[in-house]
């Protein structure tokens, strides 16, 4: 990697850009370099291979995320919570965010072929649930949380969370909004090729998606609501304040999208 912080940090730049507009698939060396206005040749001399370079940024991403979670460290433990949730949340307009988060859940996939892969996403999933576990065990000692079981419940915040993000990147259709699956599947019964019974059967005999089973523009919104209401709010000590969704997302705010 190159000596020179700025350096570095444009080159982690342009593979964040280069996931956003490829995937993790389809992106090349090539398509980094265009993206961060550095000749290939420059990047193989830092990273021998296209892995090397994906396994350095993903080794950026989560020290980024240390630093950031590092930083609201001397906070209330309940607004730390609080921003934790709303760090999952997505906003249905968010396409650039949502793109690469799908080129992360595809090099997550990786995981059980790669062992230098995993290793960064075992330290991931550390990441979440340890910061989780280090609020509750905060909050704890100070009263703002009942006596629970700090690792069981943080591994249930991080599932919870982290499955309702994964759900509704991998069934909007990555359009951030999920309109192009819910059109398709709307105009389904008005094709000629619909089912006469009306029982979401295709003529060829193939199954129709149901609209319903597809999660909302806002899912995880409604998901990091719950998260509060059902799973937070039980923990809190008498007399303790559950901060708004909103006030989460706030504490939260990120200078890009890169988590």
């Not at 912080?5 to 992106?27: F, K, T, W």
């Not at 706030?250 to 890009?256: I, K, L």
């Amino acid at each position: 990697m190159s000596d020179q912080p700025s350096a570095a940090e444009e080159i982690m730049d342009g593979v964040y850009r280069a996931l956003r507009a490829h995937g993790y698939a389809d992106v090349t060396m090539q398509d980094i370099a265009d993206e961060c206005s550095k000749s290939k040749s420059l990047l193989h001399y830092h990273y021998d291979t296209k892995e090397d370079l994906l396994v350095a940024f993903l080794d950026y991403v989560i020290t980024d995320s240390e630093a950031r979670i590092r930083a609201h460290a001397d906070e209330p433990p309940i607004e730390r919570l609080a921003g934790f949730v709303g760090w999952f949340v997505f906003e249905a307009d968010a396409v650039d965010r949502e793109a690469f988060h799908i080129a992360l859940l595809e090099l997550r996939t990786q995981g059980p072929f790669n062992e230098r892969i995993r290793e960064q996403l075992v330290r991931s999933d550390r990441l979440l649930r340890g910061t989780v576990a280090d609020i509750l065990e905060s909050g704890i000692e100070n009263g703002t949380f009942r006596e629970v079981d700090v690792e069981e419940t943080a591994a249930l915040v991080v599932a919870t969370l982290d499955g309702a993000r994964t759900r509704q990147i991998t069934l909007t259709g990555g359009d951030g909004d999920g309109a192009g699956d819910r059109d398709e599947a709307d105009g389904a019964g008005d094709s000629d090729e619909a089912d006469a019974d009306g029982d979401g059967a295709t003529a060829e005999g193939g199954d129709a998606t149901a609209v319903d089973d597809l999660p909302e523009p806002t899912y995880t919104r409604r998901v990091a609501e719950a998260t509060l209401q059902r799973i937070v709010a039980p923990l809190l000590a008498d007399g303790v304040a559950l901060p708004s969704l909103e006030d989460g997302i706030a504490a939260m705010s990120r200078d890009d999208e890169t988590e």
